[in-house]
Every structure is written in structure tokens, then in C-alpha cells.
């Protein structure tokens, strides 16, 4: 399981990172300033750093150094929005740089992203009771056996294990997995997330919202 320090001295945007990022199943750690972010970066290892510039005690820049010392990536998530601003946080060293405000599902996409980048993507989802998603070799396992899923169909199942208990709107579904425009055809959506819920029975727990998407209910 990846871990990840938030240095956000904002406890109620902290609190969403986290929640989204624990629901995809990483292990985050709350830092409100510079200061505290350094000492935990010292005490304990991390995969990644999620870091607004403007913290109090010791900036998000200040903290990138310690993270570049020890080789700990770090995406930067800051109101500071100016070309100049993103060129300067780039050229510093940080991997990604992202205006708030932003989409939860655009933050999940860029943290997973830079972990592959990073080579740092070796974990394992686990969806209760049975279900195990191993994202480094692509393996999904049902009560430990193997559930041979198509490309089209993993894509599908990630997406709503980092989306626990959200409603997905078919298009968004579409064009996240699909990569493309909807043109308002779900069949396609529906027939796949069909066969994949079958195959892991998940017909009481991945359901339709109606007029909506679906829902995978944990």
C-alpha cells in the first residue's frame, strides 16, 4: 500500500484529499505546515508528497527540497495558479503541478500516474470480502483465484474501487475508461460493467442509479 503525506494547513480540503485517497486505497498522513511535513518526512518513508506551497512554518518549496533529499516525488496542489508559479514549482523538481480548485478524480488519475512514473506502483486493492486488485501486475483475484477481466473491464473495476459509494455518471465512466467523447450510447458502458460484476459477483453491490450511472456500494 503507497503512503502519502498531505502538507495542507486547510483541515477541511485536507480531510477530502484523504478521504479520496483512502478510498483508493492509499494510506495518507496529515501534515497542517511546513514544519510537521519536514519532521514526518524524516521519521517515517513515503512514496509521494502532496504539497501546497503556501504553508505556514516552512513553504511547499522549502518542503520539496527535503522530499528531493530524499527521493520522495511530489506533486504540488496550491491556489497558485500563474504560468510563472507552475514553471517555478516544475523547474524545482516537483513531478506535477495542480491548480485548486480541482476534480478528486483528476487528483486519483495524476497520484497514480506518478507513482507508475516513479516505479512506485506495486500495491494491492482490496475490496471486502473477497476481491483483490494486485495494480502492479494487473491480477484481480475472487477468494484467491484468478477472474480473468479484459483490459476494457479493469479499467472499469479501478475506477469505481477509487470511487467507493459515488455515483458515476455514464459519460464520465465513458470517457474516463474509453478515453473519449460520449456521444450518449450507454450501451457499451452497461455491457461491460454487466459481464465485470458477474465475474465477480458484484450484482448487489456494483448497482445502477437511475437516470445516473452506477455505484459500488462498500
Not at 512554518?57 to 522530499?67: H, M, P
Not at 475490496?127 to 483475484?141: F, K
Not at 473491464?153 to 455518471?169: G, P, R, T, V, W
Request: proline share 4%; glycine share 6%.
Amino acid at each position: 500500500m503507497n503512503k502519502i503525506l498531505i502538507a495542507e494547513d486547510e483541515a477541511p480540503i485536507a480531510n477530502l484529499i484523504k478521504t479520496a485517497l483512502d478510498g483508493a486505497g492509499y494510506r495518507c498522513v496529515w501534515a497542517p505546515d511546513g514544519a510537521d511535513a519536514a519532521d514526518k518526512l524524516e521519521s517515517q518513508p513515503f512514496d509521494l508528497a502532496l504539497l501546497d506551497v503556501m504553508l505556514p512554518k516552512a513553504d511547499g518549496y522549502e518542503v520539496l527540497e527535503y522530499c528531493k533529499s530524499l527521493e520522495v516525488p511530489v506533486i504540488f496542489l496550491t491556489a497558485k495558479g500563474e504560468l510563472e508559479d507552475r514553471v517555478k514549482g516544475l523547474r524545482l523538481g516537483a513531478e506535477d503541478y495542480i491548480v485548486k480548485p480541482f476534480e478528486l478524480m483528476e487528483l486519483l488519475a495524476r497520484v497514480e500516474t506518478i507513482l507508475r512514473r516513479c516505479g512506485k506502483t506495486g500495491r494491492v486493492l482490496l475490496l471486502p470480502p473477497d476481491i483483490e486488485i494486485d495494480t502492479a501486475s494487473h491480477i484481480v483475484r475472487r477468494g484467491g483465484v484468478s477472474v480473468a477481466l479484459t483490459a476494457k473491464e479493469y479499467d472499469l473495476l479501478l475506477l469505481f474501487m477509487q470511487n467507493k459509494n459515488i455515483a458515476l455518471y455514464r459519460d464520465r465512466i465513458y470517457e474516463k475508461v474509453w478515453g473519449e467523447e460520449f456521444l450518449g450510447d450507454s450501451r457499451t458502458v452497461d455491457l461491460h460493467i454487466q459481464r465485470m460484476r458477474k465475474k465477480l459477483g458484484l450484482e448487489s453491490r456494483l448497482v445502477a442509479v437511475y437516470k445516473i450511472g452506477y455505484r459500488l456500494e462498500v
